[in-house]
């Protein structure tokens, strides 16, 4: 019997690790790419980027976009959709953000990265993880390190610096 459960089950196993085999030599090597952009969080203004949409936690959806330099007119790379909520109940303030950063340009145009994770907007550098994306980045997985380039008090405006850095295939 277990002679009988070996001949069928090995050449199936052996089949299944060939077919791999060949799917992960198709996709090629993986390779590391580092991307760098500013993502505009615009709450004032005619043309608001990210809304709050309950009271409770602070919910907001963004379409921010993502530019090449702190200027927000400078040229648009791609946009950052999503959400983040307010996580933290006093002490330090914690947003969970969960957003797709979609790229418009170059030979990453149409590509996305998701990215989620714990932002503690008070720290200087804030690490998320990059956790999936399509196009270029199919089975990407990587980090994002936020920084704040700049931040209005009064319009709660933000300009936040990314650096990503992401294993792909």
Not at 59 to 73: F, H, N, Q, S
Not at 99 to 114: A, H, P, Q
């Amino acid at each position: 019997m277990a002679k009988a459960i070996l001949t069928t089950t090995l050449p199936l196993l052996l089949v299944l690790l060939l077919l791999l085999q060949t799917e992960a030599s198709r996709l090629g090597r993986e390779k590391l790419t580092h991307l760098h952009f500013y993502l505009h969080d615009i709450f004032t203004g005619p043309y608001p980027t990210a809304v709050q949409v309950a009271s409770f936690g602070a919910i907001r959806v963004i379409d921010d976009p993502l530019t090449e330099r702190p200027d927000p007119t400078s040229r648009l790379v791609g946009r950052a959709q999503g959400a983040y909520a307010s996580t933290s109940s006093g002490g330090t303030m914690g947003l969970l953000m969960m957003m797709n950063l979609v790229l418009l340009e170059g030979k990453y145009n149409g590509s996305t990265l998701v990215v989620v994770g714990m932002n503690k907007p008070m720290s200087e550098v804030r690490e998320l993880e990059v956790v999936g994306g399509t196009g270029a980045f199919r089975f990407a997985r990587g980090y994002a390190e936020a920084k704040t380039y700049r931040f209005e008090r009064a319009t709660k405006n933000a300009n936040v610096e990314y650096n990503v850095f992401v294993w792909h295939h």
